[in-house]
Antibody, heavy 118, light 105 residues
């Protein structure tokens, strides 16, 4: 079964850091671009970051640049999102997603909740 | 930066009715537009990509059309499980529209 499973979400204080993980299974992970998409409570979807199949190509949403680092370990079929200097408006469910066609997402994880609050 | 605007914000319909959802881009996105369905507490599900191609396993009652700046998602005959929020998304900066909620009238 093709699957993405996120982990690492937690309650963190403003200014803190968090590392999210996404474990893939059921497909050849190392040939796909992977992305993170987030959704604040009661709000819409916001693309956060992507990483190409061999890690050489990464991109971040302008609003989050400088505070995020995306990485992957193809040997472990995993993608990661390091988030620093977290703010209350970073509170959201963070989804890992497989990208196809250069832009759309055909497989999504169940999401992991990040709450930034004192 | 390309902005996607979806309309209406909410669509109130009865099961069996036809739903027509609109997504307008601030600049041309050619045919690089996708549609997703999201139910409460669930991850989004890909419905349509490249404006008119149904994703694997998506019922034929879902169809997409349009190119350039104007796109439409049509659900021909709403089933109870179709009441959800629908988002469009484009290639340029992977951005999403704000969503259309299809609710039971």
């Amino acid at each position: 079964e093709v699957q993405l499973v996120e982990s690492g979400g937690d309650l963190v204080q403003p200014g803190g850091s968090l590392r999210l993980s996404c474990a893939a299974s059921g497909f050849t992970f190392n040939i796909y671009t992977m992305s993170w998409v987030r959704q604040a409570p009661g709000k819409g979807l916001e693309w956060v970051s992507y990483i190409g199949s061999s890690s050489g190509d990464v991109s971040y949403a302008d609003s989050l640049k400088g505070r995020l680092t995306i990485s992957r370990d193809n040997a472990r079929n995993s993608v990661y999102l390091q988030m620093n200097s977290l703010r209350p408006d970073d509170t959201a469910v963070y989804y890992c997603a497989r990208e196809l066609g250069g832009y759309f997402f055909d497989i999504w994880g169940q999401g992991t909740l990040v709450t930034v609050s004192s | 930066e390309i902005v996607l605007t979806q309309s209406p914000a909410t669509l109130s319909l009865s099961p069996g009715e036809r739903a027509t959802l609109s997504c307008r881009a601030s600049q041309s996105v050619s045919s690089s537009l996708a549609w997703y369905q999201q139910k409460p507490g669930q991850a989004p599900r890909l419905l349509i990509y490249d404006a008119s191609n149904r994703a694997t396993g998506i019922p034929a009652r879902f169809s997409g059309s349009g190119s350039g700046t104007d796109f439409t998602l049509t659900i021909s005959g709403l089933e109870p499980e179709d009441f959800a929020v629908y988002y469009c998304q484009q290639r340029s900066n992977w951005s999403f529209g704000q969503g259309t909620k299809v609710e039971i009238k």
